[in-house]
């Protein structure tokens, strides 16, 4: 029984309804709030944040620089602790890292000691998995990045766009609750960036895993998303939640489209209000 369900009971009737829907959901996060302390004071970095993110959603959470979108991503990802409040997944408390959350940074992150192959598969050999096993996940992972003939690279023979993908694979091969992506692309060049975001963009309608997404580049979150959470300035807290109602098949020749372009330009209008507020 999960923990919503688990709740029911001492819940005020006027809330149920919410409760139904967040009991689908695969992280949950309630009135979360970041104090950095320091010399010159306290730095409130976010208040009040609530998010809910369904079972295979793809979220992309942007905001002005500095509104705590990094700060939220490693609290998921248990790398950083809340002031106060609440990160739930599936039924969990969220108090520390875990492999039931893969994460994948800008910078890169792969073991330069390591070939590609044991790079994607550390995770299956720590948890003893059986080799056979093992290399299934690996050729799989190696076919949906397209760095079959890689295998036995080191991450030094790789471009930025190649490692990233092979930062992809090994998070997924892990098979988490949930993808948490920092500004996974933000280092590539213009080319290299289009053709991670087709790729992730395909990776999650075959995969559909349940991701959570930072960036500050709103195209590349509309054109990845199901779901945009906005947050304001600092103190960072949800200014809005942007549905993406886009086709589900999608290829880089949809932000050329009218709808794409609309809805690009409402997100960044929510952002551009809250830097000039
Ligand atoms: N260790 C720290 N000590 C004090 N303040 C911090 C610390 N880490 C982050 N902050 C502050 O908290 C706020 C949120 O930082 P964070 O990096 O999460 O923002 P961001 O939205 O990811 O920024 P950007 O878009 O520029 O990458 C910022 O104002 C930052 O200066």
Not at 85 to 99: E, H, L, M, S, T
Not at 120 to 132: E, H, N, Q, V, Y
Not at 147 to 157: C, G, I, T
Not at 270 to 277: F, K, M, T
């Amino acid at each position: 029984m999960g923990f919503f369900k688990k709740k029911k009971n001492i819940l005020p009737p006027a809330e149920d309804h919410i409760e139904a829907n967040l009991a689908n959901s695969t992280v949950y996060v309630r009135d979360l709030q970041k104090i950095y302390p320091s010399a010159k004071g306290d730095v409130q970095a976010m208040k009040d944040v609530n998010i809910n993110v369904m079972e295979n959603e793809f979220v992309s959470i942007v905001g002005p620089s500095g509104c705590g979108k990094s700060t939220l991503l490693r609290m998921i990802g248990g790398l950083d602790t809340a002031t106060s409040g609440k990160i739930v997944i599936q039924d969990r408390d969220i108090i520390g890292p875990g492999a039931d959350r893969g994460m994948v940074f800008q910078s890169y992150t792969l073991f330069p000691w390591m070939t590609v192959g044991d790079n994607i598969k550390f995770g299956l050999k720590l948890r003893k998995m059986p080799a056979d096993q093992q290399e299934e996940i690996l050729n799989k992972y190696l076919k949906i990045i397209k760095l079959e003939k890689f295998r036995d690279s080191y991450p030094r023979e790789l471009s930025g766009g190649m490692k990233q993908r092979v930062a992809i694979a090994r998070a997924l091969a892990n098979s988490p609750e949930v993808l948490l992506m920092d500004e996974p692309f933000s280092a590539l060049d213009p080319q290299t960036k289009a053709d991670m975001q087709l790729l992730m963009r395909q990776i999650w309608q075959e995969e559909k895993p349940t991701v959570i997404f930072v960036t500050h580049d709103i195209e590349e979150a509309v054109f990845l998303s199901s779901k945009i959470y906005v947050l304001t300035q600092r103190p960072g807290t949800v200014k809005a939640e942007v549905p993406v109602l886009l086709p589900y098949d999608r290829d880089l020749s949809l932000k050329d489209t009218d709808e794409f372009i609309e809805l690009r330009r409402k997100v960044n209008q929510l952002i551009e209000h809250e830097s000039l507020s």
